[in-house]
């Protein structure tokens, strides 16, 4: 892989069409039947608020090959939602590009802690986590509910 054209930057609102694709992809990242990946008007109002949200993406030859969300839920702490490479090209160091970018901001924002959530089958983003230094603290399972929608 010519590793050198693959550019790590901030998600604009032009590239919410390629990312969204791009996310529905692989099923990687469903939780449900209903739910493959964020919404569209999800990632335009992270892309809106860079305060409380870290939306990165890598790119080759004008394709995305890489996703990263992280949400600063307070002052203190950062969770890592999602982190994604385009499969034929991992292993590659851009899944490291991507996570040092948010990493680096994060702690010059002066949060604390990182956490994330991770499936207990994917096997490869435990790995890479683990070699990031986090630590397995706890297992969780995931419940959801829709809110139902009131006439207005
Ligand atoms: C996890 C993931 C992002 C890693 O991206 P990547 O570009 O392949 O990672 P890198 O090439 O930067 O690898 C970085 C390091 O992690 C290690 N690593 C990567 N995959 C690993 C694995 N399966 N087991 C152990 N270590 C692993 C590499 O050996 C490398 O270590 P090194 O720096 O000491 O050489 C990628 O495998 C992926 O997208 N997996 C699917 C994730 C997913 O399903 N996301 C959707 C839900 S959020």
């Known amino acids: 892989m010519r590793s050198q054209i693959v550019e790590i930057r901030h998600m604009l609102e032009e590239d919410i069409e390629k990312v969204h694709a791009f996310g529905l992809s692989d099923f990687s990242f469903s939780v449900s039947n209903d739910v493959h990946f964020y919404e569209k008007e999800e990632l335009l109002e992270w892309i809106h608020t ?19 969300y992280t949400h600063i839920i307070s002052k203190l702490w950062g969770i890592l939602d999602g982190l994604y490479v385009k499969p034929d090209l991992r292993g590659h160091g851009i899944g490291t590009k991507m996570y040092n970018t948010a990493y680096q901001e994060l702690q010059s924002r002066g949060v604390e802690y990182i956490s994330v959530q991770l499936d207990v089958n994917d096997s490869d983003s435990r790995g890479f986590i683990l070699n990031k230094g986090f630590r397995t603290l706890k297992t969780y399972s995931w419940y959801g509910k829709d809110i139902e929608v009131h006439p207005k």
């Open 50 to 68: 860079p305060k409380q949200n870290i939306l990165l993406i890598g790119t080759m030859d004008g394709g995305v090959v890489g996703f990263l």
